[in-house]
T-cell receptor, first 115, second 110 residues
Framework: DTGVSQNPRHKITKRGQNVTFRCDPISEHNRLYWYRQTLGQGPEFLTYFQNEAQLEKSRLLSDRFSAERPKGSFSTLEIQRTEQGDSAMYLC?????????????FGPGTRLTVL | AQSVTQPDIHITVSEGASLELRCNYSYGATPYLFWYVQSPGQGLQLLLKYFSGDTLVQGIKGFEAEFKRSQSSFNLRKPSVHWSDAAEYFCAVGGDKLIFGTGTRLQVFP
């Protein structure tokens, strides 16, 4: 069990550019979650997947944000036309996806800085 | 509205002292409660969780938490703090979508 991995760990971009982050969940975990954490705040839920199906995306911050999990394994989070307010830590988590509630295990995050 | 409140933004304790971090929640259904710890440059690590049953739950690193439904609280405790416990601690509630508090930063003096 290698844990949840995220790449890149850091990303610096200029305003208006598109960025894409990748998350590799713990193997055999069916659920994958994306959160955003800004300075001095707790993580804020964005979206999640059960296998390849995106079950909730209403919390994505704007239509500039999109996420995919095409084969039910890794996931990508894309931000188009980045703004300075998008600067944050983007966290990915995965869980087994058992019935009811199960435990989410988090990756180290991708820190985005928009200049 | 569902929410989590961690009233203490910053706590400082001496090494070896006891610790209690407060967490209050507002949740419409039976709450599923979690405590996570985040060290600089690290992801969130699960300390413990409460789903049902015994209201006193034991976690890793010597931490425990007690669920009190009447007070809507889930406070985290440790009898003797170590310098390595210095970190940010987050309480969370929910199921598929975790709702986090704003965190409590713990500083430990030798």
């Amino acid at each position: 069990d290698t844990g949840v991995s995220q790449n890149p760990r850091h990303k610096i971009t200029k305003r208006g550019q598109n960025v894409t982050f990748r998350c590799d969940p713990i193997s055999e975990h069916n659920r994958l979650y994306w959160y955003r954490q800004t300075l001095g705040q707790g993580p804020e839920f964005l979206t999640y997947f059960q296998n390849e199906a995106q079950l909730e995306k209403s919390r994505l911050l704007s239509d500039r944000f999109s996420a995919e999990r095409p084969k039910g394994s890794f996931s990508t989070l894309e931000i188009q036309r980045t703004e300075q307010g998008d600067s944050a830590m983007y966290l990915c988590a995965s869980s087994q996806g058992l019935a009811g509630v199960d435990t989410q295990y988090f990756g180290p995050g991708t820190r985005l800085t928009v200049l | 509205a569902q929410s989590v409140t961690q009233p203490d933004i910053h706590i400082t304790v001496s090494e070896g002292a006891s610790l209690e971090l407060r967490c209050n929640y507002s949740y419409g259904a039976t709450p599923y409660l979690f405590w996570y710890v985040q060290s600089p440059g690290q992801g969130l690590q699960l300390l413990l969780k409460y789903f049902s049953g015994d209201t006193l739950v034991q976690g890793i690193k010597g931490f425990e938490a007690e669920f009190k439904r009447s007070q809507s609280s889930f406070n985290l405790r440790k009898p003797s703090v170590h310098w390595s416990d210095a970190a940010e601690y987050f309480c969370a509630v929910g199921g598929d979508k975790l709702i986090f508090g704003t965190g409590t930063r713990l500083q430990v003096f030798p």
